[in-house]
Every structure is written in structure tokens, then in C-alpha cells.
């Protein structure tokens, strides 16, 4: 493995940890994301993480679901997440 392999590997599991953290903020404070303007439905939030957003819809006050986590640079519009 060359050392450019290992630094992406390291980042990529640096950025697995940060999101498995904002996963359990979200069990705590399922509000802390902002609303999906584009979706007509207030249970839908998003919550950013470096580039990436972490799209999760609030089932009822013990559950969320987390729908995707998409890489900022990426097109949503073209995913059918919801």
C-alpha cells in the first residue's frame, strides 16, 4: 500500500468517526438539523458534516431513519432518496 493509500484510507475512516458522531447527536436531538425545504415534509431534516449532508426523517421521538449520506459535491436531484 503506498503512502497516498494510507493517507486516504486514514481520512476516509476520520470522516466515518465524525459521522457515526453526528448519528448519536441525532438520537438526542433529533431537531438539530435543518428542515429540507425542497421536501414538503418537516420530519425530513439534513444535518451537515464536513462534505458531506446527513439526510435522516424523524419517525417519532425514539427513531430516526437516516435516508442517505450524500457527498456535497455530488448531485442529489438525480437520487431518489425520499
Known amino acids: 500500500m503506498t503512502s497516498s493509500q494510507k493517507g486516504s484510507k486514514k481520512f476516509a475512516q476520520l470522516e466515518v468517526l465524525k459521522i457515526k458522531t453526528r448519528k448519536r447527536i441525532l438520537r438526542t436531538k433529533p431537531l438539530i438539523g435543518k428542515e429540507v425545504f425542497e421536501k414538503e415534509d418537516l420530519s425530513i431534516r ?3 458534516e464536513g462534505n458531506y449532508t446527513i439526510i435522516y ?3 417519532d421521538k425514539n427513531r430516526i ?3 442517505t449520506i450524500h457527498h456535497v459535491a455530488r448531485n442529489l436531484v438525480d437520487r431518489e432518496v425520499f
Open 65 to 67: 431513519d437516516i435516508l
Open 57 to 59: 426523517k424523524i419517525i
Open 46 to 48: 439534513e444535518l451537515l
